[in-house]
């Protein structure tokens, strides 16, 4: 066979052909793309360190996006793993002080409000030592500390991270002690169910929308949610005292508020 016979061939195929052809191409490639997205949606939604922090597999902390010490945060909380992942419970203190102490599970916010009727009179201040959990339970839980306004407070080498800034942001007055580790990044609200891509992408920007729209209402700057939304949900950005300041997550100096213990 000649060398230009191939060619020749080729070009006798109609447009139609060709057209149809290019299609199918950019059909297959369409679909890889598709399926690679889903599998990176998919994976990021199962690998939510915050949103489910009860499950033994699940890092409690998180690696730092900050700068400082690499893959940790800035110091260690003194609580152990163990502690963090059990679902929150609350146990009144002196001086009116409410230690909400676990994982922010699912029921949460309606345990947290029955404790409130239950002892409103006497809660002050809502301390918190949790790495997270479900968005919606923080959102009510804050929601219901402004209604009732009462302070909330981070105490020394106590963990407030993923969705539990969320619930520290309902805090009247928020307080944080010297060496309280708090952080943030992306949150959104996976379910049970394996979402679809077009649902993990619904569900993370509706979620995205409450919680700015939240932070906003409470007070909050912007650059606290910019922040978290830069930061992947397999990372934590570990705030500073003074970003805390800056962002007006806290309402007093670290000293100040340590001397209130």
């Not at 059909?27 to 990176?40: E, G, H, K, T, Y």
């Not at 009179?121 to 949790?130: D, R, W």
Request: aromatic letters at 4%; proline letters at 8%.
């Amino acid at each position: 066979m000649r060398i230009d016979e191939p060619i020749k061939a080729l070009l006798k195929l109609d447009d139609g052909v060709l057209m149809r052809g290019a299609f199918y191409i950019l059909l297959s490639a369409a679909a890889v793309f598709l399926l690679i997205d889903v599998r990176d949606i998919t994976a990021m939604n199962a690998a939510l360190p915050g949103y489910d922090p009860m499950h033994g597999d699940q890092p409690v902390l998180p690696p730092a996006l900050t700068d400082g010490v690499p893959n940790a945060p800035p110091v260690q909380p003194a609580s152990p793993k163990e502690t963090l992942r059990q679902p929150i419970r609350f146990e009144l203190t002196s001086g009116g002080v409410l230690l909400a102490e676990g994982s922010i599970d699912p029921g949460a916010a309606d345990r947290f409000a029955k404790e409130i009727e239950a002892r409103g009179e006497y809660v002050k201040t809502v301390s918190l030592n949790s790495p997270g959990g479900s968005v919606d339970d923080a959102l009510a839980m804050s929601e219901l500390i402004r209604e009732k306004k009462l302070d909330t407070k981070v105490a020394s080498k106590a963990l407030c991270a993923s969705s539990c800034p969320i619930v520290f942001a309902g805090g009247v007055g928020r307080m944080a002690e010297k060496d309280a580790v708090i952080g943030v990044h992306q949150v959104f609200n996976g379910g049970k169910d394996r979402p679809t891509a077009e649902q993990a992408m619904a569900s993370a920007q509706a979620t995205t929308a409450r919680v700015a729209r939240h932070l906003d209402t409470m007070g909050i700057g912007a650059g606290l949610w910019i922040n978290a939304l830069e930061t992947p949900p397999d990372r934590l950005y570990y705030l500073t005292p003074k970003e805390m300041a800056d962002f007006k997550l806290t309402t007093e100096p670290v000293a100040t508020a340590k001397k209130k213990g």
